[in-house]
């Protein structure tokens, strides 16, 4: 049992890597085999992902390093944190890799876009198993290298415009990035993950000891105060906080299954990811509540929070909206980040997975409605629930969920936050999250009553038909449908059943007691 | 200084001066190459009045007269057109001097510098094979440094051969050419081998030698008693090549069985030398007689 | 007997520093370039002539002698040979005449 | 002692007209000579340096020989550019 | 017959023996690499059991005879040499389009690998002076290979590479005549910081900056590199910029007075930063794919020189290390970039980096390669670039009064992301209908992405090189 867990690790990056890479010989006639590639790759990584669950859950130390740099190699670990988005990353590539296949049933050059769209969720992959800083900046750069084909796979002028834009935003981030990566080897060598912070271990010399971290000498802890801003800085690109939001509502531009994994799970998640290591498991809640560098990521992280749901107010254009209430939605894990509590640290987890499911489950239903039937802008969604009521339940779900109605997912997330907060004593928290619910019921109750309510308009702008698999799936093509279906079922889920221990909930108790047990 | 020198050497030194300053600024094309032969003589007769006569035999046969040919080929096969004054404006004028006067407080107080290499090259000079300072110092205590400046010469010739370069007609020759011509050549050749061979213990050398033989070639060569040389003859090139085949071979053999790179087995150092510097004379004199009238046809690949 | 014959050879030496002194000038002050030849050419092989012979003079050993009149006769050659070429270079220039083609070659 | 100094200015100050020249101007054969001055200018102060010791040093003449013989290879490939380079902007004039 | 001269003889001996039989054939250049290679290693080997060697040329003792010096750095610089000139060789003899197939590119590539390893070897200064005019006539011999367009850019090359000969002799004679020895390694404990020292080693500097295309002295490059062959501009842009570099690395770090050293290191370090953001900004605004190449090469020198400035300053080790590191990580990256971009421009057919739209569909490998390529030039991790940048950055970190020259090193990553994915992103773009002549070599083209696989590779054996490099005598 003990032999064979270094290669497990390896083995779960390797089950998207390979099949990717033969994706990319492949000619584009070869649909039967890239398909087969694809789904094999993906419930292969659910199997070994599920043998890793256990594993940890009975305390298996799962590891496998590589010599890379003096000082800090390459290394990939299996813990209960980076678990949690290993899951969540391999089920919705199942499901968006269905509906990607159903997506772009016949358009061009998809060898090219398959062949990415798996290193991309490689690229994620070693991100969550990333066990020191120099392994997740690895993995955070090829992220960026893998997702700018996708963004662009169009080859339309926006298209390319979005690209160039996510380009300089993410590159400039990586480059920050690997400034504060550097800046914290020099200070404090590039140790692994540990859960409760390597930097709080030290003291002021940088060699390790029991004591928490009293006063820091105050040139180191001016040093270690920038190298978080850095950090931060580059991490803010990918998790879109305020001002290093921009290439996000841009690059909605790409295909709806790009938007869907890549900006509602898995690059948005990656730099949300970022920060929880650095909080959690670089320099540990003391030494950050010790730096006073808590306060302004949480002033930060609320404004991301506001600012979002107002932008997103705005939009006439469904899948901006929804973008711009990513922007938002993502920073409420920041804000649990940065209020540094137990409960509030087991709401911010909670809500990256709650998080996921919703969004995902909107992009799908958005991605259905722009193929099905054209609509792409809000005004033309009057009356959709007639034509496509199982889609229409869906998008219901999750807009409610994201609203934070109980007994949905969202709602507990919103629910620990807003515990966390009273229990740090930040009540104005308090305050942002209410807001912040009226605003997503502002953007969100609209949608849901132009869809049911509203009368539809006589002849849709287009109106596709495929043959059904049943008379009930008849309304799109069914490789559309389920995947939204199925994400949707596990959102709610995720929300009725919080109490179990397999839930997302449970899993982010399980976590916060390892990080907090000191 | 004693006495009537400091004229001699001011008068130099202002000669110098003049003819550098209209070559380079002077009205025609023309007139700037005949100021620069007129310096490279003065150059000459500088060496010669600074002690070193190796530079003065190497200067007058190269610098004079290879350079001076050359630059008459080429003005002659690119048209002389008129040659646009570069206006000097004051400015350009002080950057010269000041870095003049940084240079010179640089070399002011080298004269009374003392360097151990002279007397460590008297010392050694009896075992080196040559009585000569200059070619023992060229051809065995700094061997490599000679190698790579063949090799420099080679590539120079492999240079000119990627330019295809246009063979004007050479027009047929006077009677008086062909006479002057026919009485050079021998004379030249004489010349180039007494050189050759009072390299070991006189001033005189592979260099000095085979650039004068280079003369004596390009002389007969414009005159067209000497065929055009193919480079698709194997004799041409082994003719350039030999200098170069001759040193790196000596220079493996005795890296391989002797005691080092370039280290002559001791007795046989004359021999050796005089080898190479014959095969360098004949490498040189091939390669700058093809450098100067080199054509397309020659040429050729 | 060697000091007068270095006083002696005093005079061969200013003269030739005269006539070429005399060829320079007439280089500068003639009208066309035959006469300017002309000058060049007689002043100075005359001019060298002597300077050698003064040379000569002071010289103290046959070869150094020996070396002086090769010099001498091998300028003498080449000023002779320069001059023709140059003459009927210009001559060309001015009056090509049919017949033979011209020296310089088309450009 | 004054001579050496004396050339080793004439050196200086004719290496200094050689990268004057090389800066002021555009003519090709003029570049040409102007580096062919320079290396006459680096070689005068090479020399002068050698009148320090008694016989002059035979290290720094067999230095400047080396030089001639690279100068005049590198000018020979210059001066041939020069004219193929001519020639193909009068091609293309005419 | 020790392995480092064997190194070195090999090339030679070939290069004469292809002249005088007349053959053109690729496989003895790419032989005479392939055994310069063994013998490098082989070298590499004897230095790390048995220390660095001095060698006597000729026999006499030190401060007469020319030395050789064969230390670990040396041999790896000949082992990187042999290297190139392989990866090279390969791409020239396979490649229908650059015009290398049947010319002189052989013999001359041969020389020019011959006068590197002897440039790596020797210690002498006025044994440089020889070699750095024999690789500056060998280059422009191969840069005048591209027929009579590319007459003019070398033609200005050669001017401005004997000028920096001239300046740099000049400043040797000065040096021979205040202290009267040729060898570099006696002058390291003689030189004082007086007045002639100053000037000499200014001028010097001035020379071999201008050799090296350093940045304010670099407007020669680009057309040179750019006209010249596609094989030809990889191993200037790859080897011969190196050249002078390393004569002015040791000169500087081993041979000047540390107080002048400290003084010249700021401006050295400026320069360097100013290449990195001027060069990138004209790569990322000039019209023609491989003028963009040679830009980036002037940029990448930018590193180096802010290495050396940096390690003159402070004397900390590890910037020989970050220094060595960048030269065989841009040396790989750029000769794959070099080659890819001649690759794309002759099947493409046009100069222009706009006939590069949809690249990644017309010619998929090569623009790969020229992507992993541009990866390593920007540092992306696991590449060479990666490794070298994250040992410069840690002693620029340390203390905060270094810091400005670490966003100095972050605008370089910034410029030269900018060029590189300036490519890329027009190459996603949808490709224009195909030329009636486009036929890719698909060979070819994966032989262009040989040498960014082994920049990558490097970062595999990262912890290795670097521990061992750090380790080493400079």
């Known amino acids: 049992m003990v032999s064979w867990t270094w290669l497990l690790p390896l083995a779960i990056i390797l089950s998207s890597l390979i099949p990717g890479l033969l994706i990319f010989s492949l000619k584009e006639r070869q649909e039967k085999l890239r398909t087969f590639l694809n789904l094999t790759g993906a419930l292969v990584k659910m199997a070994l992902v599920g043998v890793m669950l256990y594993g940890v859950s009975n305390g298996v130390e799962f590891r496998f390093s590589l010599p890379f740099l003096p000082g800090g190699g390459l290394l990939l670990k299996g813990d209960a944190l980076s678990l949690q988005f290993v899951s969540l990353s391999s089920v919705l590539w199942l499901a968006t890799t269905v509906y990607a296949i159903g997506y772009l049933e016949d358009s061009p050059l998809r060898s090219r876009f398959f062949g990415y769209f798996s290193l991309c969720v490689s690229a994620t992959v070693g991100l969550a198993l990333a066990g020191n800083l120099v392994t997740f900046l690895l993995f955070y750069e090829l992220l960026t290298l893998a997702t700018f084909p996708l963004v662009v796979h169009r080859g339309t002028k926006a298209a390319l415009r979005a690209g160039r834009v996510y380009l300089v935003y993410t590159l400039a981030g990586g480059a920050v990035l690997l400034m504060g990566v550097v800046l914290l080897h020099t200070e404090a060598g590039t140790p692994d993950f540990v859960p409760g912070g390597y930097l709080s271990g030290m003291d002021s010399e940088g060699n390790f000891s029991s004591t928490v971290i009293s006063g820091l000498a105050g040139e180191r802890d001016f040093t270690l105060t920038v190298a978080f801003v850095l950090l931060v800085a580059g991490l803010g690109v990918k998790a879109a906080l305020i001002p290093l939001h921009g290439w996000l509502p841009q690059a909605m531009v790409a295909p709806a299954p790009v938007s869907a994994l890549l900006h509602a799970v898995a690059v948005v998640k990656a730099g949300v990811f970022g920060l929880v290591r650095v909080v959690y498991d670089v320099y540990g809640i003391e030494s950050v509540r010790e730096l006073h560098l808590n306060q302004p990521l949480l002033w930060l992280a609320a404004a991301t929070i506001i600012y979002g749901s107002v932008r997103a107010l705005e939009q006439r254009e469904l899948k901006k909206r929804l973008a711009y209430s990513t922007v938002s939605q993502v920073s409420y894990i920041a804000l649990g980040v940065a209020l540094a509590g137990p409960l509030a640290a087991t709401g911010a987890l909670a809500h990256l997975v709650h998080q996921g499911l919703m969004k995902v489950t909107l992009f799908y239903c958005a991605g259905n409605f722009a193929e099905t039937l054209g609509v792409h802008r809000i005004e033309g969604m009057n009356g959709i629930g007639r034509r496509m009521p199982l889609t229409m339940a869906a998008f219901t779900l999750g807009a409610l969920g994201m609203i934070g109605v109980p007994p949905l997912a969202g709602f507990i997330s919103k629910w620990y936050l807003g515990l966390g907060a009273l229990e740090v004593g930040q009540d104005w928290v308090l305050l942002i999250l209410v807001a912040s619910a009226l605003l997503n019921a502002a953007y969100f109750l609209p949608l849901i009553y132009r869809g049911w309510f509203a009368a539809p308009p006589d002849e849709w702008p287009e109106d596709k038909r495929w043959p059904a698999l049943h008379p009930l799936l008849g309304e799109t093509h069914w490789m559309l449908l389920l995947p939204a279906l199925f994400t949707a079922v596990l959102s709610l889920l995720a929300g009725l059943l919080a109490g179990l221990d397999i839930s997302p909930l449970a899993w982010g108790q399980l976590i916060v007691e390892r990080e907090f047990a000191p | 200084m004693p006495d009537a020198e400091w004229l001699f050497d001011g008068t130099l030194g202002i000669l110098l001066l003049v003819l550098a300053g209209a070559a380079l600024h002077a009205r025609s094309l023309y007139a700037a190459v005949v100021m620069f032969i007129a310096l490279g003589l003065m150059l000459a007769l500088t060496w010669a009045r600074l002690g070193a006569p190796d530079l003065a035999l190497a200067e007058a046969a190269i610098g004079a007269g290879v350079t001076g040919a050359l630059l008459f080929s080429t003005l002659y096969k690119a048209g002389m057109d008129r040659h646009k004054r570069a206006t000097p404006n004051r400015i350009a004028l002080l950057l010269p001097g000041l870095a003049f006067l940084l240079l010179l407080t640089a070399a002011w107080p080298l004269p009374e510098m003392h360097s151990p290499l002279p007397d460590q090259v008297m010392a050694h000079l009896k075992d080196s094979g040559v009585s000569h300072p200059v070619t023992a110092v060229l051809l065995n205590f700094r061997a490599w440094d000679t190698l790579l400046e063949v090799s420099v010469v080679l590539i120079a010739l492999l240079g000119v051969r990627q330019l295809y370069p246009s063979h004007g007609e050479v027009p047929t020759p006077w009677p008086l050419m062909l006479a002057w011509g026919r009485l050079l050549a021998p004379l030249t050749v004489i010349v180039g081998g007494y050189l050759l061979w009072r390299g070991t213990d006189a001033p005189g050398g592979a260099f000095q030698a085979g650039t004068v033989l280079a003369a004596g070639g390009v002389a007969l060569r414009l005159i067209g008693v000497l065929p055009p040389l193919g480079w698709h003859q194997w004799p041409v090139r082994l003719l350039v090549l030999a200098g170069v085949l001759v040193f790196v071979a000596v220079a493996a053999l005795t890296a391989w069985l002797g005691q080092g790179w370039l280290h002559y087995p001791t007795g046989s150092s004359k021999v050796l030398i005089l080898l190479i510097e014959l095969m360098a004379t004949a490498s040189i004199a091939t390669t700058l007689t093809l450098l100067v009238v080199g054509e397309k046809r020659e040429l050729r690949p | 007997m060697t000091d007068w014959l270095a006083l002696l050879s005093w005079v061969p030496l200013l003269a030739g520093a005269f006539f070429f002194l005399a060829g320079t000038v007439g280089l500068l002050r003639f009208p066309d370039i035959y006469s300017r030849l002309h000058a060049i050419t007689k002043a100075d092989t005359l001019g060298l002539g002597l300077v050698t012979l003064g040379l000569i003079m002071r010289a103290e050993n046959w070869q150094a002698v020996a070396v002086m009149v090769l010099i001498w006769l091998l300028m003498m050659g080449s000023g002779a040979t320069t001059c023709q070429l140059l003459a009927r270079y210009q001559q060309d220039l001015e009056a090509p005449d049919a017949d033979k083609e011209p020296v310089h070659a088309r450009r | 002692m004054s001579t050496t100094l004396f050339y080793l200015a004439i050196g200086i100050g004719l290496w200094l007209m050689g990268l004057h020249g090389l800066l002021a101007t555009r003519q090709s054969i003029i570049l040409v000579l102007a580096i062919n001055i320079m290396s006459s200018g680096t070689f005068m102060v090479m020399v002068a340096l050698a009148t320090h010791s008694d016989p002059v040093d035979p290290v720094l003449q067999a230095l400047v020989v080396t030089g001639l013989v690279v100068a005049v290879s590198a000018t020979a490939l210059a001066l041939r550019l020069a004219a193929s380079r001519r020639r193909r902007t009068e091609d293309d004039a005419t | ?474």
């Open chain 5, 1 to 474: 017959m020790n392995p480092a001269l064997l190194s070195l003889l090999t090339p030679l001996a070939t290069a004469i023996l292809m002249l005088l039989c007349r053959s053109r054939a690729a496989v003895w250049t790419i032989a005479a690499s392939l055994l310069s290679l063994v013998a490098a290693i082989a070298a590499l080997y004897q230095v790390t059991t048995d220390g660095s060697q001095l060698i006597h040329l000729g026999g006499w003792e030190s401060p007469l005879a020319i030395r050789f010096r064969v230390t670990a750095l040396s041999a790896l610089l000949l082992a990187f040499t042999a290297l190139i000139h392989l990866l090279v060789g390969l791409y020239a003899a396979r490649s229908r389009h650059s015009q290398t197939r049947n010319t002189d590119y052989w013999p001359l590539s041969c020389f020019l690998h011959a006068s590197l390893a002897s440039l790596w070897l020797s210690t002498d200064l006025f044994n440089w002076y020889v070699i750095l005019e024999l690789l500056g006539l060998t280059a422009v011999a191969l840069v005048s290979l591209a027929g009579t367009k590319a007459h003019r850019a070398a033609f200005n090359y050669l001017l401005l590479s004997l000028a920096a000969s001239l300046c740099y002799l000049l400043g040797v004679a000065l040096l021979y005549g205040r202290y009267g020895v040729l060898d570099s390694l006696l002058l390291a404990d003689m030189l004082e910081a007086d007045h002639t020292t100053r000037t000499a080693l200014l001028v010097i500097t001035l020379g071999l900056m201008l050799k090296a295309a350093l940045w304010p002295l670099h407007l020669w490059l680009p057309p040179a590199h750019a006209g010249a062959p596609t094989a030809v501009s990889a191993l200037l842009s790859a080897l011969v910029v190196k050249g002078p570099l390393f004569v002015l690395w040791m000169l500087w770090s081993q041979v000047a007075p540390v107080e002048l050293g400290r003084q010249a290191g700021p401006a050295m370090a400026a320069a360097g930063v100013a290449a990195l953001v001027s060069a990138g900004w004209s790569a990322c605004r000039t019209p023609h794919i491989k003028t963009l190449v040679a830009y980036s090469t002037v940029a990448q020198l930018g590193y180096a020189l802010l290495a050396l400035g940096m390690l003159l300053r402070w004397g900390v080790r590890e910037l020989h290390v970050a220094l060595w590191l960048f030269v065989f990580a841009h040396g790989l990256a750029k000769a794959s970039m070099f080659l890819a971009a001649g690759e794309m421009q002759s099947t493409l057919g046009s100069k222009k980096v706009s006939a590069l739209r949809g690249a990644t569909q017309t010619v998929p490998v090569a623009m790969f390669a020229f992507a992993v390529a541009g990866g390593s030039l920007i540092g992306l991790p696991p590449s060479g670039g990666f490794l070298a940048k994250w040992v410069l950055l840690q002693p620029l970190l340390l203390e905060p009064s270094h810091w400005p020259w670490a966003l100095g090193v972050l605008l370089g990553t910034l410029a030269s992301a900018a060029y590189v994915f300036r490519v890329i992103a027009l190459s996603f773009d949808r490709a224009p209908p195909p030329r009636p002549d486009y036929n890719p070599d698909p060979v070819a083209q994966w032989l262009t992405l040989l040498p960014a696989l082994l920049v990558w590779g490097m970062a595999l054996g990262g912890e290795t090189l670097i521990l061992w490099m750090s380790g080493v005598a400079y």
